[in-house]
């Protein structure tokens, strides 16, 4: 059973930072094999693709509207993905998801429950 727990969302002010967390297990679930992403939905909004990490890690691909701000990084050994997330603007609100793929499918295949970040004007 894979599961992925995503944290460190919250309620912060514009031009603040935040670091979202995504913390895989399973009894042979390891992120070192998969891509992993960050996706996001707002209220209203369908779900769209925030960043991923290539499973070879040195790859890594953002939105445009975040480039710059986000930084997507990944801890093999600690089995956790990261979101680093500088310079958060009203409009980056939204319950954030983090997802992983296997190297031969082409969509995300297991999702998190997702994490609420809420950016104040």
């Known amino acids: 059973q894979v599961q992925l727990v995503e944290s460190g969302g919250g309620l912060v002010q514009a031009g603040g930072s935040l670091r979202l967390s995504c913390a895989a297990s399973?009894?042979?679930?390891?992120?070192?094999?998969?891509?992993m992403g960050w996706f996001r939905q707002a209220p209203g909004k369908e779900r769209e693709f925030v960043a991923q990490?290539?499973?070879?890690?040195?790859?890594?691909d953002y939105r445009s509207s975040v480039k710059g701000r986000f930084t997507i990084s990944r801890d093999n050994a600690e089995n956790t993905m990261y979101l680093q997330m500088n310079s958060l603007k009203p409009e980056d609100t939204a319950v954030y998801y983090c997802?992983?793929?296997?190297?031969?499918?082409?969509?995300?295949?297991?999702w998190g429950q997702g994490t609420q970040v809420t950016v104040s004007s």
């Open positions: 997802a992983a793929r296997a190297q031969t499918k082409v969509e995300y295949g297991y």
């Open positions: 990490i290539s499973w070879r890690a040195g790859y890594s």
């Open positions: 399973g009894r042979t679930f390891r992120i070192s094999t998969y891509d």
